[in-house]
């Protein structure tokens, strides 16, 4: 016996139609998206690896990495990447020595002791902190933190690596320490105040180890941007070649050296050209081991409640 015709069924038989065409479709979709930034990871590292073989070519490894002269525009150009490394090193352990001490506390006082009416009013703040150009802070550790440090330390230069190493770091070890503290549960601390703790070492002694995987990640992924920071060590730090430790004396990190040659002092194709990908290079495996190291050390102290 034939079904009786009905207009219902028919929207129904196209609606479930259509539907099943787009349940195939949004896996194609989702693929094709998640392939453009797998693709792009690849172009660049791709990119940087054959040009910086063309560098290395012509430079030893052993000059590479051994060499504290750089000089990649002189008569007779060397292209050792110690002093790079070294004022990146050096911006990099100034603003952990300020970021993490600074950057925990503000994180505990947000958790555990500011008012609901306070953490909404700071916490959109801090993170308006961490969404400014960093072109601004290195303005900012030009013209004001750097004059205040000259009346403090007279031998301070114009163009130091103290100054911009102040500046960066502490929003972002704030946030995310904040929000990895934020998210263990309130029973905890319950548990600690009930069995006599203060808040301070409920704080320090309940909290703080069952986020330990947040804030460890935190430390790890503001050392990782201080490394690959660009702008305010390009404005605040200078872009003296000279190794050494001196903080108070301009140095370049190896994002300051990409961006002083980018600008077209090195001419295509010659080796101090190819040297920026070597740079590069060099920086890209620093910054990779880094955020596995943060990846690795999540797991570790990883807690689950």
Known sequence: MKTPFSARAIVEKNRSRKKGRLERAVPLLLFFMASVSVLTTLGIVLTLVFDAAMFFREVSLFEFFGSTKLAPLAADPSFGILPLMGGTLMTSLIAMAVAIPVGLATAVYLSEYAGER?????????????????????????????????????????????????????????????????????????????????????????????????????????????????????????????????????????????????????????????????????????????NMLARRISKTFRERY
């Open 118 to 290: 306070v953490r909404k009013l700071f916490k959109p703040l801090m993170e308006m902190l961490a969404g400014i150009p960093t072109i601004v802070y290195g303005f900012f550790a030009y013209s004001w933190v750097t004059p205040l440090l000259s009346a403090i330390i007279p031998d301070l230069g114009a163009k130091n690596a103290l100054s911009p190493g102040i500046v960066m770091g502490i929003p972002m070890v704030a946030s995310l320490s904040e929000d990895a503290m934020s998210s263990v549960p309130s029973s905890l601390r319950a548990g600690a105040l009930a069995l006599g703790s203060t808040r301070l070492e409920a704080a320090f002694k309940v909290v703080m180890p069952a986020a330990m995987s947040g804030i460890i990640a935190s430390f790890v992924l503001a050392i990782s941007r201080a490394i690959g920071e660009t702008m305010i060590v390009t404005i605040a730090s200078g872009s003296s070649k000279t190794f050494t430790f001196d903080v108070t004396q301009s140095m370049q990190t190896m994002t300051a050296y990409i961006v002083e040659f980018t600008s077209g002092d090195a001419g295509s194709g010659t080796v101090g050209y190819y040297s920026l990908y070597a740079v590069g290079l060099t920086l890209f495996v620093f910054t990779l081991v880094m």
